[in-house]
């Protein structure tokens, strides 16, 4: 198992499901899109809409790409 990246921040968190561990699947606030307490994973960073996340329970690394605000701009 991966350590904990040094940089991981327990302010800077992402609600994303862990591919390694899937550990939020039977959860009912993660089911339901809320923001649970136990299955956050550490934001390590991003980059636009990619974001760098670590899992804490597994320590697994991964991108997530969210593809939030990549589309074409509207309204101008």
């Known amino acids: 198992m991966l350590p904990i990246d040094p940089h991981a921040d327990l302010g800077r968190r992402a609600w994303v499901s862990c591919p390694g ?10 089911l339901a899109g809320r923001n649970c307490r136990d299955h956050w994973r550490y934001l390590l960073g991003n980059t636009g809409s990619l974001l760098h996340v670590q899992c804490p329970g597994c ?4 991108n997530h790409e969210t593809r939030f605000g990549s589309g074409p701009a509207r309204g101008r």
């Open 21 to 30: 561990c899937r550990d939020d699947q039977d959860c009912a606030e993660c």
């Open 59 to 62: 320590a697994h690394l991964w």
